[in-house]
């Protein structure tokens, strides 16, 4: 497995082998191949405003009510046509209860970032996985800033090119990106940074841990499990005098004073 595609995820066909389908996707990009019995098809009509319309349930798990059946639904699918109280697809409708965003019915700050990331906590880890069921270190960077209206490739190896550099520890904010490399100098980790020096990222779980200019320290582990490499902002820069007080907590202790220039 490379990846997952939620309920409500958008795709595109690009080709067939017996039961299986070639499919890239509309959100990042990404392809792989799917059973054709896990994807409906839609016409052109469809596609277009079940892309454009980007309700996504909040609830860690919710139910997805029909006539005769319930879909269980993970944090991060998507609810096309959804009205407020129901959604459909094809002919089918559904009746949804649970709590759900849209893109930017939230202002695009640090602490709406960490409160999402904060709901994935202890999630275990799965390569591959976008759900609290199993989620991989990239996949839930991109499902956080997905919640959040902001559009993240897949790979950390990919997502270390948007954004804007963070030249030095003491202009980390909460909602950065953390990114991570080995010892040949390949990005293989992410995480988002959290207020007072702390890391939130997907390690044999969803995990948060004490990050520093060296790196992520694991304490019960006793030793730097990850090296720092950058750190990339994809928020708005935010005023320190007018920042929340979580916020200015990630100003404080080691990040402050340090100094130390990344790369």
């Given at each position: 497995?490379?990846?997952?595609?939620?309920?409500?995820e958008t795709v595109e066909v690009v080709d067939a082998k017996d039961s299986w389908r070639h499919v890239i996707s509309s959100w990042d990009g990404y392809s792989g191949w799917v059973d054709v019995k896990q994807i409906k098809r839609l016409t052109a009509t469809e596609f277009e405003v079940y892309s454009e319309q980007q309700a996504i349930n909040l609830s860690l798990v919710e139910g997805l009510m029909a006539a005769d059946?319930?879909?269980?639904?993970?944090?991060?699918?998507?609810?096309?046509?959804?009205?407020?109280?129901?959604?459909?697809?094809?002919?089918?409708?559904?009746?949804?209860?649970?709590?759900?965003?849209?893109?930017?019915?939230?202002?695009?700050?640090?602490?709406?970032?960490?409160?999402?990331?904060?709901?994935?906590?202890?999630?275990?880890?799965?390569?591959?996985?976008?759900?609290?069921?199993?989620?991989?270190?990239?996949?839930?960077?991109?499902?956080?800033?997905?919640?959040?209206?902001?559009?993240?490739?897949?790979?950390?190896?990919?997502?270390?090119?948007?954004?804007?550099?963070?030249?030095?520890?003491?202009?980390?904010?909460?909602?950065?990106?953390?990114?991570?490399?080995?010892?040949?100098?390949?990005?293989?980790?992410?995480?988002?940074?959290?207020?007072?020096?702390?890391?939130?990222?997907?390690?044999?779980?969803?995990?948060?841990?004490?990050?520093?200019?060296?790196?992520?320290?694991?304490?019960?582990?006793?030793?730097?499990?990850?090296?720092?490499?950058?750190?990339?902002?994809?928020?708005?820069?935010?005023?320190?005098?007018?920042?929340?007080?979580?916020?200015?907590?990630?100003?404080?202790?080691?990040?402050?004073?340090?100094?130390?220039?990344?790369?």
């Amino acid at each position: 497995m490379v990846s997952q595609l939620l309920f409500g995820e958008t795709v595109e066909v690009v080709d067939a082998k017996d039961s299986w389908r070639h499919v890239i996707s509309s959100w990042d990009g990404y392809s792989g191949w799917v059973d054709v019995k896990q994807i409906k098809r839609l016409t052109a009509t469809e596609f277009e405003v079940y892309s454009e319309q980007q309700a996504i349930n909040l609830s860690l798990v919710e139910g997805l009510m029909a006539a005769d059946h319930f879909i269980p639904l993970t944090m991060g699918a998507v609810l096309p046509m959804y009205d407020g109280l129901r959604c459909a697809l094809g002919d089918q409708s559904f009746q949804f209860s649970g709590p759900v965003v849209t893109a930017g019915q939230q202002s695009l700050r640090s602490d709406w970032i960490v409160k999402i990331a904060r709901r994935y906590l202890h999630a275990p880890y799965l390569w591959g996985g976008r759900s609290p069921f199993g989620i991989d270190c990239s996949g839930l960077t991109q499902m956080v800033f997905k919640i959040a209206g902001v559009r993240l490739l897949r790979d950390a190896a990919q997502q270390v090119t948007q954004g804007r550099a963070v030249d030095f520890m003491e202009q980390c904010q909460s909602g950065d990106l953390a990114f991570f490399d080995n010892a040949r100098g390949h990005i293989t980790h992410v995480g988002i940074i959290l207020p007072d020096c702390h890391v939130i990222h997907a390690s044999g779980k969803v995990r948060i841990d004490k990050l520093d200019h060296f790196g992520i320290f694991n304490k019960e582990l006793n030793r730097y499990t990850h090296q720092l490499r950058i750190v990339k902002r994809l928020l708005p820069d935010e005023d320190p005098a007018t920042s929340t007080q979580e916020n200015e907590g990630a100003k404080s202790d080691d990040l402050v004073g340090q100094g130390a220039l990344f790369g």
